[in-house]
């Protein structure tokens, strides 16, 4: 049963950093793209990050290049989103998916997830 649980969200100033994680069990990461997308209310939903499993390419939305890092720890099954710079406008759920492509990664296109973890960027 493929079961992906986010951790590390929470309220953090203008400017902070927050590290999400996502801990993945019933698959390994050694053959699933994961992707991190978000919802904030009354906005669609955005891919923001996705690292393959076939290389480790990474892959990020405009909005957040520059400022978030992907990385995955496979011994732990676990991925991680490290948030730097953060901005009112990040505010929103963090969701950890995988792709519909499998190993390969997809901004868009996504298969199963998690229950989400709040973020909240305020002074």
């Known amino acids: 049963q493929v079961q992906l649980v986010e951790s590390g969200g929470g309220l953090v100033q203008p400017g902070g950093s927050l590290r999400l994680s996502c801990a993945a069990s019933?698959?390994?990461?050694?053959?699933?793209?994961i992707v991190w997308f978000r919802q904030a209310p009354g906005k669609k939903r955005e891919g923001v990050s996705c690292i393959n499993s076939s290389d480790g390419s990474t892959y990020y939305a405009d909005s957040v290049k520059g400022r978030f890092t992907i990385s995955r720890d496979n011994a732990k099954n676990t991925v991680y989103l490290q948030m730097n710079s953060l901005k009112p406008e990040d505010t929103a759920v963090y969701y950890c998916a995988t792709t519909a492509y499998g190993p390969y990664c997809s901004l868009l296109d996504y298969g199963s997830w998690g229950q989400g973890t709040q973020v909240t960027v305020s002074s």
């Open positions: 019933g698959f390994t990461l050694d053959y699933s793209a």
